[in-house]
């Protein structure tokens, strides 16, 4: 059943892709294009309405989903009436109205324009899910919901308090000599302590914790 279906399929996709060829070619003919050249008018519709389709129908999720769906019918809706249009022009041995010319001829590069945007939307939605991640893994990652550790491997090292399992490797403070102990005395912050001992902000704020701590037990 399911292969008479796919076979059933691919005919009705063939003869339809063929026939809206030859409609949208006729077309560009008759709005001007030369003969060599006519057959990317459809070629460009047909490329535009598939690109949109994909990122619509794929895992793509929010503007660029938004964005193929509106592109994708907005094609397939203007290829249909470029058919009919043809068709029309053709059958009654017609000359197109010059608005029809012009916009015929502003189909290239406004499909090109879209498809360009619909592209720069779908490789955006990963770099934000990944800057969402940096920004989970960093100053909030003592904050993180105990089930994103299954999604987000870098959180396998936070133990069920917040703590980080490698606190009891990190570099000591209050020793002479010790980095931490120069950096603190430089004046430098969590954010600076993380990134010149290479550990976690969590583990800095801990060291600056105990650095206080240290100099209130000197003093009293």
């Keep these: 059943m399911n292969r008479l279906l796919h076979l059933l399929l691919a005919v009705v996709a063939i003869s339809a892709a063929v026939l809206s ?114 920004e989970l893994a960093g100053e909030e990652i003592d904050e993180a919901p105990e089930g994103d550790r299954d999604r987000y491997p870098e959180l396998a090292s936070v133990d069920d308090h917040g703590l980080s399992r490698r606190w009891e490797s990190a570099p000591p403070a209050g020793e002479p000599g010790d980095r931490a102990v120069e950096l603190i005395a430089e004046g430098a912050g969590r954010r600076r302590l993380a990134k010149e001992l290479g550990i976690g902000e969590h583990e800095a704020r801990q060291l600056l914790a105990r650095h206080r701590d240290n100099r209130v037990e000197v003093r009293a």
């Excluded at 006519?38 to 389709?53: F, I, M, W, Y």
């Excluded at 916009?103 to 990963?126: D, E, F, I, T, W």
């Design 21 to 134: 060829f030859d409609a949208l070619h006729g077309l560009a003919v008759l709005c001007g294009f030369t003969p060599r050249l006519a057959p990317l008018l459809p070629l460009t519709v047909d490329a535009g309405a598939a690109a949109g389709s994909l990122v619509w129908l794929g895992r793509e999720s929010g503007p660029a989903r938004v964005f193929g769906r509106r592109l994708a019918l907005l094609l397939l809706g203007g290829s249909v009436a470029g058919n009919a249009l043809g068709h029309g022009l053709a059958a009654y041995a017609a000359h197109p109205h010059w608005v029809v010319v012009v916009v015929v001829s502003a189909v290239p590069p406004a499909v090109l324009g879209a498809v360009v945007h619909l592209a720069v939307l779908a490789g955006r939605a990963p770099a934000q899910a990944l800057s969402g991640r940096s």
